[in-house]
């Protein structure tokens, strides 16, 4: 899978780019806040229809502009032409012209992995995040669970709705309880299944990146045991008391553990940002087991990052995407390119919101 | 831009504030109007005070009608054992193109919604009850759509109406969650009825 050309209006710095790119390692050069990251955000946008910057879509308007306009062409098992056009008043999504009514019909057109500085919040911030990540991949894996998701969300926030409300109105209560309990329980079986599948290859990953000395362990904490519909019945008065769902696979976690001990509490700096990188990589294989080609890596700086020989870790995964005529976008400034891998690199100097090749 | 003759901006604002009708269709359809024969803008004019004035909600199933109740309602020929439960007016229509249903309906005037602020007190639930009793149907199908708020207000209906000694149904699956009755072909629409069965 490849994006064989990026059109950008209006994109952050970029006001126009017309670019096409081939399969294999692209290399984005320059210097400081030139838009190199810029690129990343909007080949992740065309991924995932959100940033990986977490930021809603106005800040991705140019400064002084109405709507930005970012369009791709994909070849994976076909070639799809993306068109995304998003202003705070209008949006337009199309595929090969056709309006796209539904997400879950979206994603998978173009597969996507980043490694960015962002990446630590998995390891170091709320649950919220490690979530997300089980619900990317899952999304990216399991056809219908992005439906299933967000048929969770809409029931978890109705029932939410309900339960403020002066007297909570039982029978609607349960009528939504329900919808939550079936949605709920679905997407809680899909992490327990997924997280096992993903472990030993964090495992592994983590081996690579940091040396044999340290052990590296990823288990699925759900909010609760047993039966969902039991344990929202149990919570019932705790429920009437804080006015919102208590229960449910909104409260799950990725625990993560570093020769059996929590990695949030004992591990350093360095060791977090390594597992944040193993948490990626696995991701990457995870995606190119399932699907049998590699997703496009999008690699933000994190070669700088980290020393020669931690880069390494990413070489087999690497060669991988050589072998299958896959794709990646690695960026960095002029002095922490990573050297090792200066053969078959694609070269771009990025200036000033122009992109040019060298 | 020069500023447009107040009439005429009077009619883009009226044009803007219907449904699915963006500012530039807007313009573009008032600029025809008045450019156009004045036939058409008086008959158009004439069309929507007509319809307005005579077409109105059926006192007793909530769908469209000229006369009170609707021809679907006083129909002795269609099947009075058996109603149909839809979210909107349109979705009557829907189900009437399809051919596959024979029975009353009865429009709820929306489904259950929390976020929007929408209870059992604001749709003509009250009403279904009411008419369970005095026209004694033996069987309920709901016709919702398959979104969580159109199942949550099944599931709702199904508690509420499940003891008063009537069967409930619901359509096949097969309705695309989401999306309403109206992105359903017809011959989606009828196996769907056709493949109704009972609803616990
Ligand atoms: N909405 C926007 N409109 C215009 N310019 C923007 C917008 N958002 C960001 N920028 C500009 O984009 C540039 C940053 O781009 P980007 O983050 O891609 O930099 P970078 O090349 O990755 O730099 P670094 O090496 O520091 O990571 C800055 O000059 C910033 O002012
Ligand atoms: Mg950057
Ligand atoms: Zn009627």
Not at chain 2, 2 to 8: D, E, I, Q
Not at chain 2, 154 to 176: D, E, S
Request: glycine share 8%.
């Amino acid at each position: 899978m490849h994006v064989a050309s990026l059109k950008l209006r209006d994109f952050r710095n970029y006001a126009r780019l017309d670019v096409e790119f081939s399969p294999g390692c692209h290399l984005l050069l320059g210097n400081n806040a030139q838009g190199k990251t810029n690129i990343l955000e909007a080949l992740y946008l065309m991924a995932t229809l959100r940033s990986f910057r977490g930021v809603g879509g106005s800040q991705m308007i140019r400064h002084e502009a109405r709507g930005y306009f970012v369009g791709a062409q994909v070849v994976g098992q076909g070639v799809s032409e993306i068109k995304a056009y998003w202003s705070p008043r209008e949006r337009k999504l199309s595929v090969n012209e056709r309006p796209v009514r539904r997400l879950s019909e979206y994603l998978g057109i173009l597969r996507a992995v980043i490694f960015c500085s962002e990446d630590l919040n998995l390891v170091k911030g709320s649950s919220q995040g490690r979530r997300r990540f089980l619900d990317l991949i899952l999304s990216q894996t399991v056809p219908g669970y992005l439906v299933l998701l967000l048929r969770f969300a809409k029931s978890l926030k109705s029932r939410n709705a309900l339960l403020k409300q002066v007297n909570p109105p039982e029978a609607e209560l349960e009528a939504f309880t329900a919808e939550l309990v079936l949605a709920g329980t679905a997407v809680m079986e899909a992490r327990n299944l997924l997280v096992p599948r993903i472990a030993p290859l964090v495992r592994f990953a983590f081996r690579r990146v940091a040396g044999d000395a340290d052990d590296m362990s990823v288990v699925y904490q759900p909010g609760f045991r047993g039966d969902l519909a039991v344990a929202l019945a149990n919570a019932r008065a705790r429920e009437r008391l804080v006015r919102t769902t208590v229960v449910g696979p909104h409260r799950d976690d990725l625990l993560i553990q570093v020769n059996d001990r929590s990695a949030l509490q004992y591990t350093s700096e360095g060791q977090k940002r390594t597992l944040a990188v193993a948490l990626k990589l696995a991701q990457a294989e995870y995606l190119s087991e399932v699907h049998g080609s590699p997703p496009v890596l999008l690699i933000d700086d994190v070669m700088g990052e980290l020393d020669a020989e931690r880069r390494a870790a990413f070489v087999p995964l690497l060669n991988q995407v050589f072998r299958s005529g896959g794709q990646v976008f690695m960026t960095c400034t002029e002095e922490n390119w990573p050297r090792e891998l200066s053969q078959d690199l694609i070269r771009w100097t990025v200036q000033e919101g122009k992109l040019v090749a060298r | 831009m020069t500023r447009l003759p107040p009439p005429l901006e009077a009619l883009v604002t009226a044009l803007k504030g219907l449904p699915s009708i963006g500012p530039r269709s807007a313009l573009r359809l008032a600029l025809y109007l008045v450019q156009t024969d004045a036939g058409v803008a008086q008959s158009l004019a004439e069309a929507v005070t007509l319809a307005r004035a005579r077409v109105a909600l059926c006192d007793r199933c909530g769908g469209l009608t000229e006369q009170q109740p609707c021809f679907l309602c006083s129909g002795s020929r269609r099947d009075s054992s058996v109603v149909c439960v839809v979210e909107r007016p349109t979705d009557v229509l829907s189900f009437e193109r399809t051919g596959a249903f024979q029975g009353r309906y009865h429009v709820l005037g929306g489904k259950l919604s929390p976020l929007d602020g929408i209870g059992p007190e604001e749709l003509r639930i009250a009403l279904l009850e009411e008419r369970l009793v005095s026209e004694g149907f033996q069987e309920v199908v709901l016709a919702l759509s398959g979104d969580v708020e159109g199942d949550a207000t099944a599931h709702y209906l199904l508690k509420r109406l499940g003891n008063k000694g009537v069967r409930i149904t619901r359509l096949a699956q097969g309705l695309p969650a989401g999306a309403g009755l109206d992105f359903v072909d017809e011959l989606t629409l009828s196996r769907a009825m056709e493949g109704r069965r009972e609803f616990q």
